[in-house]
């Protein structure tokens, strides 16, 4: 395969680019639109890790023709007028990390897209790559990374890079679990809930699981969630008896990270803790998951093993302390890319020199 086509100058203004990334999500909530989506999610051997021929029989031969018509109802559910709530919160909190940054230089460009479905991470750099974009920092928004999610982003960068003919420089982040700013902002969600709602008997951070095996091939995801829950816990001032782990949407007849989110929360009522809330501190933004299965099925099972009262704590989603995170991490990267005000004429100059002495322009 060529290389791809852009939209190239020599004298083009170099430009830093940032691509913040989440995991996906359908066009529509429809049955069709589910199917690609699903085909192209579950296809990824970083997201089932068994062998191909075994799970493209059973991806095509059962899945495919199951499970698009479950989860287009449970989206239809959530969707709104403006389309899938991943892409409206990862949509704004792109055009508000871009007016931050474009603040510190007007240089800096901001795109987001997703691994799975539209826009693609392939689609996202070609508009970087033809502002101008030399310099990219890419952000997956995980906090707490592992293969099936982060490395995957990775992949589909790398897959992208290999058509190109001139590769930016890159800085890739690959988790931020025990970041300051992070901490503070799942800290500070949490208060405003309680200063609004009072608090419950019961915290319980919940984060979406991986088999097993994972963790003990070496994945460091397990212990980076418990790392966060520990740091959120000692900021809030919790001891060990106050909040709980725990994991949810398991997939297949494997075992999982435990404990189970649901199974926790059936078996709540009968300790004697008739009220919860809980927090999903892995995911940046509402999605199906934190909204249909967290904010409803889960508040179900609790309700009718006894419960009196289920909170869920909204993602950060483009709340100002979010915003703010995602605005020091990009920073953090890209300090030594920023060129002083008084270089920039000195820069200007570069260029058009490199424009003249080109022999393309040469007559």
Same mark, same amino acid.
């Given at each position: 395969?060529?290389?791809? *086509? ?9 430009k /830093?680019?940032?691509?913040?990334? *989440?995991?996906?999500? @359908? ?11 699903? #085909?192209?999610?579950?296809?990824? @051997? ?6 191909r021929l ?30 899938? @709530? ?6 704004a909190?792109?055009?508000? !990390? ?9 240089? /800096?460009?901001?795109?987001?897209a ?6 693609? /991470? ?18 997956p928004?995980? @906090?707490?990374y592992?293969?099936a ?10 897959a ?23 901490i ?5 969600s949490?208060?405003?809930?309680w ?13 979406h ?20 829950s ?16 725990s994991?949810?949407s ?14 926790? !929360? ?7 803790? #008739?009220?919860?809330? /809980? ?15 967290i ?23 483009? $709340? ?5 995170l !995602?605005k ?11 060129i002083?005000?008084? $270089?920039?004429?000195?820069?200007l100059?570069?260029?058009? *020199?490199?424009? *003249? ?7």
């Amino acid at each position: 395969m060529g290389y791809k *086509n852009q939209i190239f100058s020599h004298d083009q203004r170099k430009k /830093i680019g940032v691509l913040i990334t *989440n995991l996906g999500t @359908p066009t529509a909530p429809t049955k069709r639109a589910l199917r690609t989506y699903l #085909k192209q999610f579950l296809s990824d @051997p970083r997201v089932v890790e068994v062998p191909r021929l075994l799970w493209w029989l059973v991806l095509n031969g059962i899945i495919l023709n199951i499970r698009p018509s479950r989860s287009a109802k449970a989206y239809t559910s959530v969707w709104t007028e403006q389309g899938s @709530p991943l892409a409206i919160h990862t949509s704004a909190q792109a055009q508000q !990390l871009s007016t931050e940054l474009q603040a510190v230089d007007d240089r /800096i460009v901001v795109e987001w897209a997703m691994r799975y479905g539209s826009p693609s /991470i392939a689609d996202a750099l070609q508009n970087m790559m033809d502002k101008g974009v030399r310099k990219l920092v890419v952000l997956p928004l995980y @906090p707490q990374y592992s293969g099936a999610t982060t490395a995957s982003t990775f992949d589909a960068l790398a897959a992208d890079f290999t058509h190109r003919r001139w590769l930016p420089e890159l800085r890739f982040l690959t988790s931020y679990y025990d970041h300051p700013a992070y901490i503070n902002a799942i800290v500070s969600s949490i208060r405003h809930h309680w200063s609004t709602q009072g608090r419950a008997e019961m915290l319980l951070l919940s984060y979406h699981g991986v088999p097993l095996r994972y963790l003990q091939q070496g994945d460091p995801y397990h212990c980076q969630c418990l790392k966060t829950s520990g740091l959120v816990a000692s900021a809030l001032g919790l001891d060990a008896s106050e909040y709980i782990t725990s994991f949810q949407s398991r997939f297949g007849r494997e075992q999982w990270l435990q404990p189970y989110t649901d199974e926790i !929360l059936k078996s709540l009522p009968a300790k004697g803790v #008739k009220s919860v809330q /809980i927090i999903c501190p892995g995911f940046s933004a509402d999605c199906l998951e934190t909204i249909e299965e967290i904010g409803e099925e889960n508040r179900a099972y609790f309700m009718a093993s006894g419960g009196s009262r289920y909170d869920y704590i909204p993602a950060l989603n483009s $709340e100002p302390e979010h915003i703010e995170l !995602l605005k020091q991490l990009v920073m953090d990267n890209i300090q030594t890319w920023l060129i002083p005000e008084g $270089e920039k004429l000195e820069a200007l100059q570069n260029r058009q *020199n490199c424009a *003249n002495s080109h022999p393309f322009n040469q007559k």
